[in-house]
């Protein structure tokens, strides 16, 4: 039996979550949200907005809460992206209930706003530009280990040169 998630075998599945073996135990808030989360956003519209005034795109984490291979995501790549470059992330769960702003200011859960994306799979990585067109294409489940950050190098590239 050939076991896939997201279009990746076991194999590949296991090895990106072994990058997360390496990370830091992490405390959990009140809320349930680890302390090395990504930024909750309360209104993307204006989560873009700052993020385009820096002449970066808005990437969009949308994780599944236990998710193993979102953790690596959020804390091997997208945290640290955050920490050191100040790339503008924010995080969305895909079964929270949680009210976000659209980018048009509308009042919705994350779990109808990701529904609405059409994104099934977790993690997905977007990035957006104005208007809140995405500007580079989507990061797709997990990729092999190996190859995930330069992956989500080449999007970052691709949206940040559609951005001018």
Known sequence: MRFVHGGLTRRDCLGAALLGVAGVEL?????????????????????????????????????????????VARENYLAP?????????????????????????RETSHEALIRGWGIQVAPTVLFFGAQGREVAERLKGAYIADFYGAYLEQRLETARKRLL
């Open 27 to 71: 405390g959990r808030a009140e809320d349930g949200v680890t302390s090395a989360s990504l930024p909750l956003p309360v209104s993307l519209a204006d989560a873009l907005a700052a993020a385009l005034l820096v002449a970066q795109p808005l990437v969009v984490l949308v994780s599944l809460e236990g998710c193993p291979f979102c953790r």
């Open 81 to 105: 992206l955050r920490r050191r470059e100040g790339l503008p992330v924010v995080q969305l769960d895909m079964r929270s209930a949680r009210v976000v702003r659209d980018f048009q200011q």
